[in-house]
């Protein structure tokens, strides 16, 4: 066998011996290797001969006077593999003028900047621009649009936080109407519950569900979803829970709108003994918590007059600052053992949440002596909602903090709650969770600044048990990545986050799961123009 090839390395031509055997054998130093092995490893090698020769003349093709063979190979086939640097083709001058600082002064009253791509590009190709102008027209045009977006990012913020924040005219409308009727309707006036279902009140046998609220039109469809999804709807008890301004239209309501064969109780806090009696440490301590917060970083003005932060942190500071986390309805949960001493075990619910499913099950689970049923926070498909845990909550650069807890330890939602009250009675609970209150009222909310979750988490620590997502689905009120599928298969969805379902900035396709129970029709629901969407 033969082997000839071409000087210029383009053809390899094969000749067969004559009188001599392919598969003869020689002997290779210590080891034996056929004519048909030294064949395709001499072929290996032309070809590889051949591509290095090829890479080379590209190379010098490019300008690429000082790469050498074998580092044009190794630039072709991989850095990482040879150890070569790819060097950057652009210019060193543009590096150099996009990392100067510019001020926002600079850019103020510029009628010279181009305003969008095309007007970039239309600039660049008419005036022939070197490197140098052309780094300085494009780093004028992005901060100038940086400026512009981050300006926008929280204006729109603002705007979120003074709509989550106020009143709605439509509630405000349904308080005074509802307010009226109570003086002026007999109907409008009566006992809840009627006098022979007060024993129901205290009886462990029915299923007791607790709503803290001061909003009406909330509290009827978290009674009504709760009411209408019910197996047993005449084993069910709901105490609401207002404050003294809201008693009247919130009894008014219930009065003329019955959930019969369901039992509905509503209370002003000043009706409870307990809370009448002495000092009661929520509100001590909400009232230290409002005098904190007027001064809080100066304010919403000081907070968007910030140049220097970005917009989500503005954002944050701007939501800690929304009364609904010094309300009352949201701390009194923390005194249920006091306030329903006859009974066992309660469901506590928030007013932005739906039921929709039987909660009976609930009365089921075994808590294995803890003292809270709750929802973890830290494991689910949806990585943007079920993603908290305690870092998310508590500033774990503050040693009081770093010192106790575990930052990586996984967090549990309020919203919907199992409650074992029995057990909550042999713990200090509601104690820690004033003491770590006033922990962060004196540290100037740098322990947390938003709500009673913090504190909760701290409270209940290591009295945590764990109930299935199924009964809690979370982050309705925050984004709206929750597919409608997933919403209705949920036993409880919680509108939690600013896009309440009652205002205005709730997101369209999740707002209808809470809407479809409210009657339209009624007349107080009419005369307030409260609608659908």
């Known amino acids: 066998m033969q082997l000839h090839i071409s000087p210029s390395l383009r053809h390899v031509t094969v000749f067969p011996g004559k009188g001599v055997r392919e598969f003869i054998k020689v002997k290779v130093g210590s080891r ?24 080379t003349a590209v190379d010098s093709i490019d300008g690429e006077s000082k790469c050498s063979t074998i580092g044009c190979l190794g630039k072709r086939l991989g850095p990482k593999i040879l150890g070569r ?24 009253g510029r009628s010279d900047i181009p305003q969008t791509l095309e007007e970039f590009m239309a600039e660049i190709k008419d005036g022939n621009l070197d490197a140098r102008s052309f780094a300085v027209k494009l780093r004028e045009m992005v901060t100038l649009l940086e400026q512009r ?12 936080h003074v709509a989550s924040s106020s009143i709605p005219k439509q509630l405000h ?37 607790v709503l803290a609220s001061d909003n009406v039109l909330a509290a009827s469809v978290v009674a009504t979803s709760l009411v209408r999804n019910s197996l047993r709807p005449h084993k069910v008890v709901l105490h609401i829970i207002t404050d003294r301004k809201t008693y009247y239209p919130m009894q008014a309501w219930f009065s003329l709108h019955p959930l019969s064969p369901a039992i509905i109780e509503v209370k002003a806090l000043h009706h409870f003994d307990w809370f009448t009696k002495g000092k009661v440490p929520v509100l001590e301590a ?77 009365w089921d689970i075994d808590m294995d002596g803890k003292v809270n049923g709750a929802v973890e926070t830290c494991r689910g498909e949806d990585k943007f909602v079920m993603s908290k845990r305690l870092k998310s909550y508590l ?7 770093s010192d106790n807890f575990d930052p990586n330890e996984c967090a549990w939602a309020y919203g919907m709650n199992i409650f074992d009250l029995e057990a909550w009675r042999k713990t200090n609970i509601s104690v820690t969770y004033h003491h770590w209150v006033e922990q962060n009222l004196k540290s100037d909310l740098s322990l947390w600044q938003l709500g009673t979750l913090p504190p909760g988490l701290i409270a209940f620590h290591g009295h945590v048990h764990v109930i299935d ?18 919403a209705e298969n949920a036993g409880v969805i919680h509108f939690n986050g600013r896009a309440k379902p009652w205002l205005d900035i709730a997101f369209p396709k999740l707002r209808p799961l809470w809407a479809k129970y409210i009657d339209f029709s009624d007349k107080f629901i009419k005369s307030c123009h409260i609608r659908a969407s």
């Open 395 to 401: 500033n774990f650069s503050h040693p009081l903090i």
């Open 85 to 108: 640097r790819i060097e950057s083709n652009v210019p060193e001058v543009i590096y150099q003028v996009l990392e100067e600082p510019i001020s926002k002064d600079e850019l103020q």
């Open 32 to 55: 034996r290797v056929s004519y048909r092995m030294l064949f395709y490893s001499l072929l290996f090698f032309t070809f590889l001969l051949r591509f290095v020769f090829v890479m």
């Open 149 to 160: 977006t981050r300006t926008a990012k929280i204006q729109e913020y603002l705007y979120r």
């Open 286 to 362: 909400m009232e230290k918590d409002q005098k904190v917060r007027s001064q809080f970083r100066g304010g919403s003005s000081a907070i968007v007059a910030n140049d220097t932060e970005k917009p989500y942190v503005i954002a944050a500071k701007l939501q800690a600052l929304s009364p609904k986390y010094n309300s009352v309805m949201n701390h009194i949960r923390i005194h249920l053992p006091e306030l329903f001493p006859s009974l066992n075990k309660v469901v506590f619910l928030d007013d932005d949440i739906v039921v929709q499913t039987d909660l009976s099950p609930l």
């Open 469 to 486: 997502p199924f009964w809690h689905m979370l982050g309705l009120g925050y984004q709206d990545n929750t597919t409608i599928v997933d």
């Open 173 to 209: 409308c349904l308080a005074l109407r509802l307010a009226n009727e109570h003086t002026t309707n007999a109907a409008a006036r009566l006992q809840l519950p009627s006098a022979e279902l007060v024993p129901a009140l205290v009886d462990s046998s029915y299923f007791h569900f």
